[in-house]
């Protein structure tokens, strides 16, 4: 199994932005299309964007477009997330895994928090 390691949640303001950061092996990270998901209180987990492993194609749940950008550094096998425009139902745990989930033995890792609060 390989673990995703995701960073860069907080507490921040409505209108705030964040970026958050997902660490995954070579391995997982090469060979895959590669996303973020989110949980929220009383919700299951949903998809939020995905990144193509090749190119940069990508594509995003309704409630993010226009506000949400993902992309990724192939040199640091890393996948970002920057979320601009934050409302307070984007309050989530954010996840990042393959598209879909658990190819080449990835798992979900703990998640990074958002809460977005005045």
């Known amino acids: 199994q390989v673990q995703l390691v995701e960073s860069g949640g907080g507490l921040v303001q409505p209108g705030g932005s964040l970026r958050l950061s997902c660490a995954a092996s070579?391995?997982?990270?090469?060979?895959?299309?590669m996303g973020w998901y989110r949980q929220g209180p009383g919700n299951q987990r949903a998809f939020v964007a995905l990144i193509l492993s090749r190119g940069s194609t990508t594509n995003y749940a309704d409630s993010v477009k226009g506000r949400f950008t993902i992309s990724k550094d192939n040199a640091k096998n890393t996948v970002y997330l920057q979320m601009n425009s934050l409302k307070p139902e984007d309050t989530a745990v954010y996840y990042c895994?393959?598209?879909?989930?658990?190819?080449?033995?990835?798992?979900w890792g703990q998640g990074t928090q958002v809460t977005v609060s005045s």
């Open positions: 070579g391995s997982v990270f090469n060979n895959n299309a």
């Open positions: 895994n393959t598209v879909p989930p658990g190819r080449n033995g990835a798992y």
